[in-house]
């Protein structure tokens, strides 16, 4: 037994609508700002489910992380397109302002933090997301001190909110360009170590090799493997 | 909230028409689809390494017979085979599947579940829980399993060991099984304490707390 698995009782919300505000592209991304009326407000590193349904009734749903901080009247959904991604490709290619949703969050009690211990969260591509809420509410409620970042991803470019990660003073490591005069590579332990210091607790999230690479590295780094929080994905459209 | 209790009309997604339906099998509950080949992964802590034989499966709680079995002890239990699909909350099934082990009647059989036990708690070595109906893992319907298509069980999905459920929500069928807990009343595992349902069937798209 490595540890004990607390009840975190974080909200949980049912199912809503709501309407597509804003949203941006590129040609892998596309980011979603939702007005929910009524809706429950999440923790930060919580999930909604999307659904999509079709005029005979057939639904199609995947589960997004949020990116929002929970003082942000809208809610703001980031969205890898995947090949051939039946929900992912739709909301990428079709998805217009004032298109109505099926919701339903927030869910998820783990993989959350409010703001309270000193935290220290490793995301891999789309994996940031849940770190971009828990920076945006560190920085409304005044705990910027208590949150460290590593993002890593493949170029500048290709990660998202590597701008508002940046400016919120993350670590982000490129692996396949040079950024800053750091050569193109995964981060090393001597770069997390610093990140690792004082944090009672770790969270990790993106696929299933990234999340299996950095709970070796925050190992090395000397983190207990009970206090790491794992949220991994693989490519589910 | 009732998936069919909204405050307001359903409503039907813009231009979207969705996968092709045709040769769908109806095998798949509502809501999901099939991930063919793949096999996505979830897990919510640090995947464990787990040596065989330092593990072992305890069946105790409200039993008569409390037991401990080792590696090899479940090994030289009479076998048993699953073969269909399998079913998790995010959506995708699997069908097709074989996995190999041991019924989870042939522990409670050595175990002996006492006339009050009605629910079991399902305990990983990484302090994962579960919690299911005692009627959902006896009767044919639940297996401790160490082989995927007649090879050993990959670690990212359980291995060595596994409990398999596969009649609910993947999510029941905790990995790295090591202890099953027979209790007289029900209480909330992992999952189910952070907002997942207490029994999971998925033909009723029991996901989350308040679901049917």
């Keep these: 037994m490595t540890g004990e698995l607390v009840d975190t009782r974080a909200p949980a919300g049912g199912w809503t609508t709501g309407t597509l505000v804003e949203m941006d592209r590129n040609d892998r991304l596309v980011r979603l700002r939702l007005d929910v009326p009524d809706r429950v407000d999440h923790l930060p590193g919580q999930h909604y489910v999307l659904r999509l349904r079709a005029e005979d009734g057939y639904t199609a749903s995947r589960s997004y992380s949020v990116a929002s901080d929970p003082g942000d009247p809208l809610l703001e959904l980031m969205v890898e397109c995947l090949p051939g991604g039946e929900v992912s490709g739709f909301l990428h290619d079709e998805a217009r302002p004032g298109d109505v949703f099926e919701l339903r969050g927030p869910i998820g009690g783990w993989f959350t933090w409010s703001g309270d211990v000193p935290v220290v969260c490793f995301g891999g591509g789309t994996g940031v997301v849940p770190f971009v809420s828990m920076l945006r509410h560190a920085r409304r409620i005044g705990a910027e001190r208590l949150i460290r970042v590593c993002a890593v991803g493949r170029s500048l470019a290709s990660l998202p909110y590597s701008e508002e990660l940046r400016a919120a003073g993350a670590f982000v490591a490129l692996t396949r360009e040079n950024l800053d005069g750091r050569v193109a590579a995964p981060p090393y332990l001597d770069e997390l170590e610093p990140l690792v210091a004082g944090a009672e607790r770790a969270y990790v999230c993106g696929s299933v090799g990234f999340a299996s690479y950095a709970t070796r590295l925050l190992g090395e780094a000397g983190v207990r493997a009970d206090a790491i929080r794992v949220e991994q994905f693989g490519a589910t459209g | ?212």
């Excluded at chain 2, 006896?138 to 401790?144: E, I, P, Q, S, V």
Aim: include cysteine; hydrophobic fraction near 35%; aromatic fraction near 12%.
């Design chain 2, 1 to 212: 909230m009732a998936p069919d209790r909204y405050r307001e009309p359903v409503p039907i997604t813009r231009g979207f028409s969705g996968r092709p339906r045709r040769g769908r099998p109806d095998r798949l509950p509502p809501g999901q689809y099939d991930t063919g080949a793949d096999w996505p992964t979830l897990t919510a802590e640090v995947t464990p390494h787990l040596v065989p034989d330092e593990w072992t499966m305890t069946v105790d709680g409200l039993v008569e017979n409390p037991h401990t079995w080792s590696w090899r002890d479940v090994h030289a239990l009479p076998g048993s085979t699953y073969f269909g699909d399998i079913h998790c909350v995010t959506t995708w099934s699997k069908l097709d599947v074989t996995f190999g082990g041991v019924s989870v009647d042939t522990l409670l059989d050595i175990a002996r579940p006492r006339p009050e036990a009605a629910f079991v708690m399902a305990h990983s070595t990484t302090g994962y829980t579960t919690n299911l109906p005692l009627e959902d893992v006896r009767g044919g319907k639940a297996w401790l399993v160490w082989e995927y298509d007649g090879r050993p069980l990959p670690v990212e999905h359980g291995g060595p060991v596994r409990l398999l459920v596969p009649h609910l929500y993947f999510w029941k069928s905790a990995k790295w099984v090591t202890r099953l807990e027979l209790m007289d009343r029900d209480r909330p595992g992992f999952w189910e304490q952070n907002g997942y349902h207490d029994r999971g069937d998925p033909w009723l798209e029991q996901r989350y707390q308040g679901d049917p």
